[in-house]
């Protein structure tokens, strides 16, 4: 059954917010579904309600200068028992796993138990002649010719089988010769991390990583979550469930998406890992300075490069722009950090018919409005 609104419910979704005064500098407006501040504040609030009268469905945080403009939900989280999106919605966060996954190898790096130029031998027996050049660098920067997939995301498969596939597959191109987007390369990845570290993939991110940084609502399975909070998606018009409904391993997806996607968090905890990275307080200066190189370029027609688990290119305004985003279809999730104009940008959308490029774009013209 599909939940739609009505003329009522709509005027009760949005009286919150619209009853909201015009903010004076430093003011703030505080609803069940979130919060926000000041002219900016207003005005993305605003844009926000009218695309959620339009049937969008997701949450938006916006931070200038260390200060949060917006954090905020819109539309529904659960349309059968109409609960609403607000900032504190647990979502997926599709391939921005990828950056997660590139950290825990730097995390293994500043401890001397690898390096990004081992080769993949190094940590895997039996590695055919055409990958014993690829390195941990060509996985990192999707330059190892590996496939992207081998297999659907909710199919149960266990490392060492999706390690037999990778490993009997046929390259597409030659290691280190050219950027090919390839999720299969961050599972191995993952598989290179529970080898080493000798730990659980997740459970070494969530000490490594997530534990120090105060982000105790991400991963799979380890975060004590009410399950009522995460966001449901929809296929067709019919609930889809959430992530944890469909057919994961007892600790977490098959590997065919573990390392890869399918993690899940909030605003607040991927705000968090944001100042994370500018305080170099779970990686170091020079493992940031990696992680966010200019090392392959993705297009030949655009200067948009590839670092480890992230994109970095220069924006419109001649700013510097590191950003990923993930999505399978169903849902789509965006993390935006524009460094040098000390703006973070996170948005995520769970209805898949409403376009986020679309909606975002827009909203980014409120955030940086064009040059009269």
């Known amino acids: 059954m599909v939940v739609r609104l009505t003329q009522i419910q709509r005027i009760g979704a949005l009286i919150v917010f619209l009853a909201a005064p015009v903010l004076a500098a430093g003011q703030e407006w505080v609803s069940s579904r979130g ?67 590139a950290a825990g190898i730097m995390k293994l790096q500043e401890a001397g138990k690898l390096d990004a130029q081992d080769a993949l031998g190094k940590f895997l027996p039996n590695v055919p002649p055409d990958k014993r050049s690829i390195t941990l660098h060509h996985l990192l920067t999707h330059s190892s010719g590996m496939r992207d997939i081998f297999g659907a995301d ?58 120090p940084s105060g982000m105790l609502a991400t991963g799979y399975k380890i975060p004590a979550r009410d399950r009522e909070n995460i966001v449901h998606l929809y296929e067709d018009g019919k609930d889809w469930g959430t992530m944890l409904d469909h057919a994961w391993l007892p600790d977490g997806p ?25 305080d170099n307080s779970v990686l170091t200066g020079a493992s940031a300075e990696l992680m966010f190189g200019n090392h392959v370029r993705e297009m030949p027609d655009r200067e948009v490069y590839y ?15 590191i950003t990923h985003n993930g999505g399978n279809g169903l849902f789509t999730t965006d993390f935006r950090r524009y460094m040098d104009e000390n703006t973070l940008v996170l948005m995520t959308s769970s209805v898949a018919e409403r376009n986020l490029e679309k909606y975002e774009k827009k909203m980014l013209e409120i955030v940086f409005p064009p040059a009269k």
């Open 35 to 101: 919060a926000y501040r000041d002219a900016l504040g207003t005005s993305l609030n605003n844009y926000m309600l009218g695309i959620e009268n339009e049937g969008f469905s997701g949450a938006l945080l916006v931070e200038r200068n260390g200060e949060i403009v917006i954090a905020s939900g819109y539309g529904w989280s659960h349309r059968e028992s109409q609960r609403m999106f607000t900032r504190d919605t647990v979502f997926d966060i599709g391939s921005i796993t990828k950056q997660f996954t």
């Open 154 to 211: 909710y199919s149960v498969i266990s490392r060492d089988d999706f390690l037999a596939l990778a490993l009997a597959s046929e390259l597409r191109s030659e290691p280190g010769t050219r950027y090919r987007y390839s999720n299969a390369g961050y599972s191995v990845l993952g598989a290179v991390i529970e080898i080493v570290s000798g730990e659980p993939y997740e459970q070494f991110l969530f000490k490594q990583l997530f534990e």
């Open 254 to 278: 098959g590997w065919h998406l573990r390392c890869n996607g399918g993690i899940l968090s909030t605003l607040e905890d991927l705000r968090k890992w944001h100042h994370a990275l500018l």
């Open 307 to 321: 670092g480890y688990g992230w994109s970095v290119l220069d924006t419109p305004r001649g700013t510097r722009l």
